[in-house]
């Protein structure tokens, strides 16, 4: 069920506005409000699971699916050739801002590592 407090909730609900870069039955992708590279896409998930910690047999294949998404979006803008970023984060220590979860595309730039 969505979740009326929930900004990604919302954002698949169109209550609030996002960049939409691609949609199917099970999953919205719009770029992020501040990106961390040219290209910085958001993969969610419609159905509402808070973190990746969360996820069951059940849900987890979602996320490969969310992959699958990423990949063909990394072609689309060009960036799939030099390299780009996938990226989970699981909890405020790690990062996570928004409890929904949701596969950050990142590219079109070099990327270092250990990330920050
Ligand atoms: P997290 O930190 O949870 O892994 O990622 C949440 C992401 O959502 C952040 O990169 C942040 O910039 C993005 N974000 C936060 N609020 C909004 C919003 O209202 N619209 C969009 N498009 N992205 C948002
Ligand atoms: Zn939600």
New binding site residues.
């Given amino acids: 069920m969505p979740e009326e407090d929930c900004?990604f909730c919302r954002?698949v609900g169109r209550f609030?506005p996002?960049q939409i870069i691609a949609e199917n039955d099970r999953f919205l992708a719009?770029?992020?409000?501040?990106p961390?590279a040219p290209t910085h896409v958001?993969i969610v998930p419609k159905r509402h699971v808070a973190t990746i910690a969360e996820l069951t047999s059940e849900t987890a294949p979602l996320m490969g699916e969310a992959v699958v998404l990423a990949n063909g979006i990394a072609r689309q803008t060009g960036i799939a050739e030099q390299g780009y970023r996938l990226v989970l984060?699981c909890g405020s220590g790690a990062?996570?801002?928004?409890f929904h979860v949701?596969l950050?595309l990142l590219g079109g730039r070099p990327m270092r590592w250990p990330p920050g």
């Fill in positions: 900004l954002i609030v996002a719009f770029n992020d409000i501040n961390q958001l984060n990062g996570q801002s928004v949701h950050h």
